[in-house]
T-cell receptor, first 109, second 115 residues
Framework: LAKTTQPISMDSYEGQEVNITCSHNNIATNDYITWYQQFPSQGPRFIIQGYKTKVTNEVASLFIPADRKSSTLSLPRVSLSDTAVYYCLVGDWAGNFVFGPGTRLSVLP | DTGVSQDPRHKITKRGQNVTFRCDPISEHNRLYWYRQTLGQGPEFLTYFQNEAQLEKSRLLSDRFSAERPKGSFSTLEIQRTEQGDSAMYLC?????????????FGPGTRLTVT
């Protein structure tokens, strides 16, 4: 199972762009990269998923370099409500995946 | 559609007792997952169903843990002879046919406290 490494915590200010990088050196050919957001006392919420290059949706962008050994979640213009734990997930469709340790993002006013 | 629901939301039990949790997935979802999450850690995958078939159970934490999804709809997770180390949040998630496993929708979880 691919292991991921993320920063334990990050601080940002409202309105700034936040980039959270995840390392996954032993990612396998069939693995996808997915990011989840979790607020206290709630289940995680899917943010974005990708295989390679760049993926963008209405809330975030995901950048994946050609070697796929890392990925960066980009949150544009964060607000206080983006304060949460962000998890990087690597694995295939068959259920072979592990949640990373998560990055605790604090958005300050 | 009301999302994934879990029952109960909180459970306090004494060590050695058996507990059972229920998960009702989003109605059209055929995949259902169970996770355990302890304080400060990411969710830990336990088991996975596609319809009524349990496709992955090697990562259940011990033989005290078992899960069922008898008719491919709701699922139950049972912990026998609970131990204090079983205290955690137990999360259920579901996903739809035609998507990858990662577009999972999580329920609010059942918080278990073993005294």
């Amino acid at each position: 199972l691919a292991k991921t490494t993320q920063p334990i915590s990050m601080d940002s200010y409202e309105g700034q762009e936040v980039n959270i990088t995840c390392s996954h050196n032993n990612i396998a050919t069939n693995d996808y990269i997915t990011w989840y957001q979790q607020f206290p006392s709630q289940g995680p919420r899917f943010i974005i998923q990708g295989y390679k290059t760049k993926v963008t949706n209405e809330v975030a962008s995901l950048f994946i370099p050609a070697d796929r050994k890392s990925s960066t979640l980009s949150l544009p213009r964060v607000s206080l409500s983006d304060t949460a734990v962000y998890y990087c997930l690597v694995g295939d469709w068959a259920g072979n995946f592990v949640f990373g340790p998560g990055t605790r993002l604090s958005v300050l006013p | 559609d009301t999302g994934v629901s879990q029952d109960p939301r909180h459970k306090i039990t004494k060590r050695g007792q058996n507990v059972t949790f229920r998960c009702d997935p989003i109605s059209e979802h055929n995949r259902l997952y169970w996770y355990r999450q302890t304080l400060g850690q990411g969710p830990e995958f336990l088991t996975y169903f596609q319809n009524e078939a349990q496709l992955e159970k090697s990562r259940l934490l011990s033989d005290r843990f078992s899960a069922e999804r008898p008719k491919g709809s709701f699922s139950t997770l049972e912990i026998q002879r609970t131990e204090q180390g079983d205290s955690a949040m137990y999360l259920c998630a579901s996903s739809a046919v035609g998507t990858t496993s990662y577009e999972q929708y999580f329920g609010p979880g059942t918080r278990l406290t073993v005294t």
